[in-house]
């Protein structure tokens, strides 16, 4: 996968870039990101991206030339390398909430390209090359570095082969609609804690149980809107129904 990204603070980006996961994944050539900062871009001889904002207002507002002509730049480099357009994504927080069924959505793409924006926003005008607008939360935060750095981590994890195990990102909270389940590892006994006993019984089915009873006993504890009990299989509603009546003793 592809991922372009607009910023005018490329070295936010770089950071978690470099480290971890996503520095396996670049190294490996499973994941490619290109930052690109857009006031490379400006015509201004200042290399001004920002201006007043008509009908007045606080703050300074983004320009829509030096982003619209970034994006140009990087969609010119992509057609060159046989890459689609691909959806183009600005962070806001009016967005459409970020989740993960979303990411696992976008992790199908071949290229992806994020707008951060800044200061008090930016000239709705360049919303004419967005496909998606995304928010990963009800606050506001100075730039959307931050929210693409979040979005391109969940959404990598999806692609094939960046995860030691392709099962992982399967097993994580919500990609079944429930919380994860507990897990442990050695020692089976850390200062009386004792690793529960079905875990070490080697019995699949049993500890497949266990677990989905318990990240169903983890969902209705703290976060039970996310149980949609229409769609549970026929185990997992008498699962529930017993962490119901252990739970109300």
Known sequence: MKIDVLSLFPKIVEGPLSDS????AINRDLLEVEITNFRDYSTNKHHNVDDTIYGGGAGMLLQPQPIVDAFDATQLKAKEN??????VILTDPAGKKFDQNVAKELAQEEHLTFI???????DERIKEIVTDE???GDFVLTGGELPSLVMIDAISRFIPGILGNDESASGDTFSNGLLEYPQYTRPADFRGQKVP????SGNHQKIADWRLKESLRKTYLKRPELINYDKLSKNAKKLLAEVKIEEEK
């Open 197 to 200: 006993d079905v875990l070490m």
């Open 116 to 122: 951060c924006g800044h200061y008090e926003g930016y």
């Open 21 to 24: 996961i996503l520095n396996k």
């Open 134 to 136: 995304y928010s990963i």
């Open 82 to 87: 046989n890459l689609p357009s691909g959806r």
